[in-house]
């Protein structure tokens, strides 16, 4: 699960929030707080001694909840129950994350406790804002955080976390849109076998 964790994480950091960009950054997190992301999405972990890993998937999010698919796995999060579907094991999980293991898996928490002690740098380039999030705490883990936002309707295109230790992640966004759906951020197979550790 630790490596499923680490891609949703970055599948999920998205609605990044810095004090010094703080009007870029708060209508694009608005926008992710009012409206409903759906992306086709690609994310790459590169490590310094090893072959990059390629994962793809489907997101649906809005504000804290989620719905991802994934390695023939579905998770969601609705802002109280944590629900992991394994298709291999026809397995569904339950939880209710402790707020230290939900910042883990919830990039806007994650971002929220990163962003109280972040710098930012934004550029414009061919339409599009570049926002580059430096830490001020070297305990973060984190070196840099560059987002690449729409200008003209702050859709999320790509993302980019550098960890301290050598360690790339990249998300790619394929055909993105906000809507105003409803979404279900649950997950309901009523014939797996239901591991209910709430």
Request: hydrophobic fraction near 35%; charge should be negative.
């Amino acid at each position: 699960m630790t490596g499923f964790r680490q891609i949703l994480i970055s599948l999920l950091f998205l609605p990044m929030v810095c004090m010094a960009e703080d009007d870029l950054l708060t209508r694009f997190l608005d926008n992710i707080e009012k409206h409903t992301l759906q992306s086709d999405f690609t994310v790459t972990i590169t490590e310094k001694a090893s072959q990059p890993t390629t994962i793809t998937g489907t997101i649906v999010m809005r504000g804290e909840q989620f719905k991802a698919q994934l390695m023939g796995m579905e998770i969601a999060y609705d802002g109280n129950t944590l629900y992991s579907y394994s298709e291999d094991n026809d397995e569904l999980t339950l939880s209710s994350p402790m707020p230290d293991e939900l910042a883990d898996i919830n990039p806007l928490l994650f971002t929220k406790a990163l962003s109280e002690s972040c710098q930012a740098e934004t550029k414009e380039q061919a339409g599009n804002y570049i926002v580059t999030l430096l830490p001020g705490q070297p305990g973060s883990g984190v070196r840099d955080f560059t987002l690449q936002i729409r200008k003209h309707d702050l859709m999320p295109l790509y993302a980019a976390m550098r960890e301290t230790g050598m360690k790339t992640t990249t998300l790619l966004f394929r055909n993105p849109q906000f809507s105003d759906m409803n979404t279900d951020f649950t997950i309901s197979k009523p014939d797996a076998y239901i591991n209910d550790l709430r």
